[in-house]
């Protein structure tokens, strides 16, 4: 048996595929290309994939990362050639890699995860720049969801404008804690920022992992 | 109205706010894509229904796959949004479009619905408002795209023949390809659209409902459907193929979850059993069975494309398939150790049901189901479905014994002549059953009795009978009730109030259109729905239209009566369909006509078919 880590591209077509669904996704995808994926054991076995962290229902991601169990112990390059010609749209391989077959779940290593946001209403840069200047220089940003109260601000690592786009809307980047018990969400950021859900495009650009020098490509 | 650009630039900001947007954004693995500029006609199949149920829909995935290989045509998808997009979409002002090309469905050249049953009536109404589109053939003209319907429902097309512009009757399969190059032909010559209609009468199969004017009696029983055109045919014929293609194999696959996620193979069309209940029995025939090696590589093929993790064998009868021991082994064989689950339908109730079943991985996760139908030997030769109580005993005892806890049982209550007797013997089957499952393991084991409520259908032996009155149906399912309330025992039943809708719609004329169109012009849509279903509405919209119900539910037709749907013929005569009736009446069985032909009318309608098509494909036996 193998373990192995997929980095991949969720985009338009798989935007409105919510993480349960992503995972059935997933493992069609591994089916189609005949790749041999290791089941649980029990009553109702179920194929070994773990995904890093669940990406909100409406966003694309250029950074996903999937962990699965092979029973066969196949190259990574063997992996990628039947795996890309099985690829639905919406889902783009970026690498692959071996990872140890002891090495802990990956949800259990993420640390952070990174956003870029595109608002689709105009909306002055410097009006924009204050707005996030306003939330880094809170102390606390007390907030509730689904009736329980939490601080936003400590969960928000950093905020950067960016360049606007080639249409000229607004863009910024959010690294949000993404630790067990410490989840920042990004839509709660917009939020915070008075911007309406469905005016802003999210893309998740990044899952920062705490130990990734252990998962290393095969030689 | 917006153009394919706008409407996705649109969807953006609607989509984020309603429930499971993947509905409605297409894009999913093996649709279909081509370039609309290039391609000569557009055809928009329509299923009346949610996304979750309509993408599975096999006569969809069939037509889809065939008119897609043609390189002039493009067939694309729309299904009927939920209730919250269907809002966000009106107060938008976005029309309903199809999940390919984002093109609203009115720039389409033809638009094709899906009927199988009569609860999507005003979902069709509501899909063409939807579309911005006018409801009634009457309305639209050489701007609007040609409006067609198919499905087990257009068998009695009448109710909705103001909507439609042209219905195909029977299998679409070859009638699909006529409609497209008749209608190319039509556009080419830039006639009126009188012009493409009466065209289209002259294709075998295809009934043009404003060609025809019923006339009534005066007691509102019908004299007859008069031809207002001299080419319009009498009788209008359905289609058959006269062997099953080989089954399509790039089926699309959904990127959320939806009901049935799994390879679904017809292995084959058709039923010879002759239940006098049974609608698809009747207007399906004759059978036809697909070869093992063709539903094998059916299989193979489909895996490979979609990577699904679920097979389907699907048929009006598994048990009634030939080899079917062989196929299910060779599935088994093939496919169990790949983590597949199997599901095969429609056994017959023997021990030889449970040895195929043990074949499939996981069988016994599920229940395990049977179809009664009756439980009384009097009924039983009524409804034409003979089964001995001690050999339902017998099976059900083997299937407690060789695992599994759970048995299914189907039944239905309002046949002909049913009394109470057969009802309680219904409740009394049950006890029985239930109590050879305690005896074989204990308390583990668990019945479900479905009790659903028969409907006359057109076209089936029944169509002369009257259906219960709500009042029986309740006398019924109160004695159901008050009798089987045991702990493992479930009872399910369907409400009288649906059964009365589907009773009018079913045998109904075409003064029942208006009714409909009353309905959901009155807020009626996804009639199948219990949150949705409003019996009042319905009851007004009767109401409003002049139209009595009980005319159409509750009466007993003559004998010589004509019928809305006697100019369809299904190739199944109504002399034959008499006769059952009356031996039903009598008590008599009809045997299965696989072994001696009772000379239905298949084989005369369908000669040509039969003599040009290799004598093992029907299942019909030799005439001599």
Redo the contacts between chains.
Sequence with gaps: MIRIRIYYAKT???????N??IN??L??????ADLPLA?SQGF??Q?RMNQACPLP??MTSTAEILDCWLEEDLSLEEINNRLQP?L???IEVESILSVDLQEPKVQTLVDSTEYTATL?DEIPAEELSARIQNILSADTLPRERRGKKYDLRPLIENMVMLAPDENDRQRFLMKLAARQGATGRADEVLDALNIQ???A?LVRTRIYLLNPVTAQPQE | MFNHLEINNKLERILINVERPGRYTGGELNEVLKSWEDTQTHVALVFPEIYDIGLSNLGITVLYDLLNKRNDVWAQRAYLPWVDMEAALRRANIPLYALESKRPLSEFDIIGISLPYETLYTNALNMLDLAQIPIFSASRDESHPLVIAGGHAAYNPEPMADFIDAFAIGEGEEVICDIVNVFQAWKERAEPRDNLLKDLSGIPGVYVPSLYQPVYLSDGRIAEYKPLFPQAPHQVTKRIVAELPPPPTHLIVPSIDIVHNRVAVEIMRGCTRGCRFCHAGMVNRPVRERPIEQVISAIEESLKHTGYEEIALLSLSSSDYTNILELVEKVSERFNSQHLKTSLPSLRIESFSIDLMELLRDSRSGGFTLAPEAASEKMRNIINKPIATQQLLETVRAIYSRGWTTIKLYFMIGHPSETLEDVQAIADLCKAVLEEGRKAIGRKAKLHAGVSTFVPKPHTPFQWVSGDTMEEIRVKQDLLRKQLRAPGLKLNWSDPRDTMLEAVLTRGDRRVGAAIYGAWKNGAKFDAWREFFNYDTWLAAFEHAGIDPAFYTHRQRDLDEVFPWDHIHIGVSKSFLLKDYQWSLQGKLRPDCRDHCYACGILSTFAESRKNTPAESWKCPEVA
């Design positions: 338009e077509p798989m935007r409105y595929t919510g349960l669904d059935k996704v493992e069609r995808a591994l089916r189609r089941y109702h076995p194929p229902l409406g099985a639905p749209p919406g689709l859900p469905g005016a495009r």
